[in-house]
């Protein structure tokens, strides 16, 4: 059988296997009178779809009831685990069965079958039972695939070129091998990992569509290693493979121009194992029989950007007739593996395409593309000029004053590609180690016309699935939502950078802990942190100091911030309460308890005044207004973030059952309470730094007593109107504000806020054309001029935390922290702020949550969806008479219980299904609480 018609051959096997179990699924359905729309669906593996590459070893399996019916709750379960996906469906060669389980629980199961072995394929179906005793069909077959999960597993060595001098910044090299294989194959996976960043060939086609591989880790502790099925990409007889490695973050510049951060040697470790049809296995490793070259690319950066020559291409190389004969050997190094890891996060991919919304010429005769949106990837073009022309490329995020190409933000970043054609004909080229951070393009050297035709730019960003939409009645509102989720998307490049543009690019955590909750809204990122915070761990020193940034490039003395170092409690609790994900808790524990341990250390009495701190960085700091003081005491915040990881490391100990460490830290945290009142707050509830930051943190911490908390309140809600009902809040603050506002009735101050168009605001930038976050409340003064250069950033997501507050208040989703994960649902919406409408869906680990009210004359309708296996606490505000539910007076629905008046509020709980509220509202007219 030939090549083509063996794959033709599969295709068919594989249509017969979903006839198969669509048979299977249907037939036992019928037989049990199962209502066809109840089923399970939607099956992933730690967090994926049928993952290749697992090292866990108890996988955690979820999945989703699917059914129109209301009030559906998951009462039983049962996982079946096989060798074979056929023989699964009957019930044979099973692994492991769970029997049937008495549980509501469809999110994070773990299998709890024999020890699973390197490369072992585990094959897997799930049923479900309802509190209406239906059973689904068993669902449809997924897999798992373990890892190499022992150091010994690996037979391949890393190789390198013989270079002996620091090549950082130069050609990027080209390591090639040929190889026989002599029957048909069954099956090939390729296990590859790099000291750089990688892309790899088999036989001429690219393999995969991962982008900076293996990924940004702690290299020294943690490399991850990718898997590839490559079985489509082999044949039997001659083939070839290829891989190019480039400086990436390995040893590319960072931050301070600092270079060889891990290393000065770009390598690659490279196994393919096949199996044949009769089962026998050949390995393919990266061994000294390899050779290597240098060709068109002479130089990548992420910052600087790359430079292509095409003349020096060698057409055909990753193919086995290409000839190699002035290609040089390689030498092998005996680097360690034992730090080598699964891929646990997402990988960097190529998403949205944008094509040119104007090409025009500058006051100052340049060139230039407007692609209309701040986006974080790169240009590809398909353009004709004569050899040896040189084209190049400049990116930049917004014009000046004058509408030229502006790019002193970019500080030593060049952000330049520059591409020499090899021919006269049509050339098609994009980078491949690089990325920029711009929404123009400046083209130098290319006379012709540029169009859609011929150009486009790619964004990049880790692959998460978007989960949240939001959205209302007010079209600056709505711009700025999606100016969140673009700073979200340009940012996340395998860790939370702080920005994708200027030569920094780092792991700040500060910015991470502040979005971090608003990040679970708009993306499935619970991959994505479960990776960086493991890395977090990796560099935590040992004392306990988190380091400014994760991974760790700068010096030793970078660490222990107070709202930096602070992500360590905070985003742990964050990804538990999003994804119901007590792994997370399990793995960080120990850095968490280790970091409140350090601020112990370095306190007097309780009193965390030490050390240096960013403080409520980037507040307002202008001095437009009478009295202009928004500076907050760096150690009031020092201490209020010292009583915020305490308590979340309490939290973490009762979730954990740590008893012990539950009552420690209990009285260690009255303890740092009480030296912050003394310290930090008068008798009569005055705070010391009297800023709206002090008052915010103060309050949503719980540091006040609560007699005192609501004139602190009252003072924080007067500061802001001595600002004219403006912001002053820097990095620390401005997660918090309007949730504080909410909190204790000033639901309508919090809309001021959010609604306020001149700056300091959240809609100054939009009304300033921004397509992403500001770093600054004003990087576009209101005259046209910038923020200082050296710090103005265009795409910075910090400030982007409002998002939370805007889907947790405004359309009131949230999960009860008693039962996380979305698991029990709050629909709590606020309306005000002169919106007509806002809705909002989130997908979750149970289905899709949505809630989405509008007022038309004083008539409130609200929609809601609750998934099935969950339910939902839903609280109407604003209530005068009757509510209504499809028509239906509520006290009449079975399905609505716990109907209680609380205030102006209904409170009512439900079951899963849609349900649709109208009644009139009592404020109409006015703000609403």
């Not at 292509?308 to 291409?313: I, P, Q, S, T």
């Not at 760790?552 to 930096?564: F, I, K, M, R």
């Not at 939902?872 to 209680?900: C, F, H, M, R």
Request: net charge neutral; aromatic share 12%; hydrophobic share 35%.
């Amino acid at each position: 059988m030939n090549y083509i018609a063996e794959t033709g051959a599969l295709k068919k096997a594989g249509l017969s296997i979903v006839i198969l179990l669509f048979i299977c699924c249907r037939g036992f359905a019928q037989a049990q009178n199962v209502p066809v729309n109840f089923r399970v669906d939607n099956l992933i593996c730690e967090y994926k779809i049928n993952p290749i590459a697992v090292d866990a070893a108890n996988p955690r399996m979820s999945w989703k009831l699917i059914t129109q019916d209301r009030n559906i709750q998951q009462t039983y379960y049962e996982i079946r685990v096989g060798t074979n996906a056929v023989s699964l469906t009957k019930g044979k060669d099973l692994i492991w069965t769970s029997g049937k389980v008495p549980s509501d629980e469809s999110a994070h199961v773990y299998y709890g079958g024999p020890m699973l072995t390197s490369r072992e394929k585990c094959y897997w179906q799930v049923r479900v039972w309802n509190n209406k005793n239906q059973v689904t069909p068993w669902s449809m077959v997924n897999f798992w695939k373990m890892g190499l999960l022992k150091q010994e597993d690996w037979s391949a060595k890393w190789i390198q070129d013989n270079y002996q001098s620091d090549t950082t910044g130069g050609p990027s090299p080209m390591f090639r091998k040929t190889f026989k294989l002599d029957r048909k194959i069954r099956a090939a996976h390729l296990y590859i990992t790099a000291h750089g960043v990688f892309e790899a060939q088999i036989n001429g086609k690219r393999v995969g569509n991962d982008y900076f591989a293996p990924g940004w880790t702690s290299y020294n502790k943690r490399l991850q290693y990718q898997v590839y099925d490559v079985t489509s990409l082999l044949r039997k007889g001659e083939n070839a493979t290829g891989v190019t490695i480039g400086d990436g973050w390995y040893r590319g510049y960072t931050y301070n121009r600092k270079k060889n951060v891990y290393g000065k040697k770009l390598a690659l470790l490279y196994q393919l194992e096949i199996v044949y049809t009769n089962g026998k296995r050949e390995l393919i490793t990266s061994d000294k029989s390899w050779k290597v070259a240098y060709g068109p690319i002479r130089s990548s950066s992420f910052f600087d950007g790359e430079v292509y020559d095409a003349r020096k291409e060698k057409s055909g190389w990753t193919e086995p007739l290409y000839k190699d004969a002035t290609w040089d050997t390689v030498k092998t190094d005996e680097s360690i593996k034992s730090n080598l890891i699964t891929t646990i996060g997402p990988t960097v991919k190529k998403h949205e395409k944008f094509l040119p919304l104007k090409v025009f010429t500058t006051p100052a005769g340049e060139k230039v593309i407007d692609f209309g949106q701040n986006l974080v990837g790169w240009v590809q073009f398909k353009l004709k000029a004569k050899t040896g022309d040189t084209i190049r490329l400049f990116h930049a995020e917004v014009l000046d004053q004058k509408g030229n190409f502006y790019t002193k933000n970019l500080r030593t970043a060049k952000q330049e590609i520059t591409y020499v054609f090899k021919s006269d004909s049509v050339e098609s080229y994009e980078p491949h180690f690089t990325f920029q951070g711009f929404r123009y393009l400046k083209v130098v050297g290319y006379s012709g016309p540029l169009d859609s035709t011929n150009i486009a730019a790619y964004a990049l960003y880790s692959d998460m699935a978007q989960t949240g939409k939001f959205s209302t009645s007010n079209p600056l509102v709505n711009q700025l939502q999606h100016n969140i989720q673009w700073g979200q998307k340009g940012n996340f490049i395998d860790v939370p950078t702080d920005c994708p543009q200027r030569d920094e690019r780092m792991g700040w955590t500060g910015d991470a802990q502040a979005f971090v909750r608003t990040a679970t809204f708009n993306m499935d990122v619970a991959g994505f942190f479960t990776k960086w915070l493991k890395d977090l761990s990796a560099d935590q020193h040992r004392d306990g100091a988190v380091p400014y940034v994760i991974p760790n490039v700068l010096d030793s003395v970078s660490s222990a911030a107070s709202g930096w170092s602070d992500v360590a409690t905070i985003a742990p609790w964050t990804i538990y309460l999003a994804y119901g994900d007590k792994q997370v808790l399990q793995q960080q524990y120990e850095s968490m308890k280790a970091w409140v341990g350090y601020i112990q250390l370095h306190s007097r009495n309780y009193l965390w005044d030490t050390g240096n701190h960013f403080g409520d960085w980037l507040f307002y700091a202008g001095t437009n207004y009478e009295d202009g003081a928004a500076l907050t005491d760096k150690n009031l915040i020092a201490q209020a973030f010292y009583a915020y990881s305490t308590q979340l490391l309490i939290n973490a100990a009762r979730i954990l059952k740590r008893g012990d460490d539950v009552q420690k830290y209990t009285q260690l945290l009255y303890n740092v309470k009480k030296a912050f009142q003394s310290e930090y707050v008068t008798p009569n509830g005055r705070m010391i730094s009297g800023t709206q930051t002090s008052y915010v943190l103060a309050l949503n911490f719980d540091l006040l007593p609560e007699n005192l908390r609501e004139s602190a309140a009252k003072r924080l809600v007067n500061n802001i109107q001595d600002y004219d009902e403006h912001i002053t809040t820097g990095f620390l603050g401005t997660p918090y504000i309007c949730h504080v506002l909410s909190r204790f009735g000033h639901t309508d101050i919090a809309y001021d806020l959010l609604m306020k168009e001149s700056y300091p605001s959240w809609l100054y930038p939009v009304k300033h054309g921004a397509t992403t976050i500001w770093e600054r409340w004003d990087g576009i003064k209101p005259d046209g001029s910038f923020e200082d250069p050296g710090m103005n950033s265009f795409n910075h997501y910090a400030y982007g935390a409002i998002g939370d507050w805007m889907y947790r208040v405004i359309t009131g989703i949230n999960t009860d922290e008693n039962s996380p994960g979305f698991h029990r649902i709050i629909i709590s919406p606020h309306p005000g702020g002169k919106l007509t409408s806002a809705q909002a869906e989130l997908e979750t680990l149970y289905g899709r949550v949505k809630s989405a009210w509008s007022i038309d004359n004083g008539i409130f309708t609200l929609d809601v969806i609750v998934p099935p296996n969950a339910t939902a606490e839903i609280v109407l505000p604003s209530v005068t008479d009757q509510i209504t539910e499809n028509g239906l007076d509520i006290n009449t629905e079975k399905e609505i219980t716990g109907i209680q008046k609380i205030g102006n509020d209904e409170h009512l709980n439900v079951g899963s299904g849609t349900y649709h509220f109208v009644y009139t509202l009592k404020t109409f007219g006015k703000h609403v609480n």
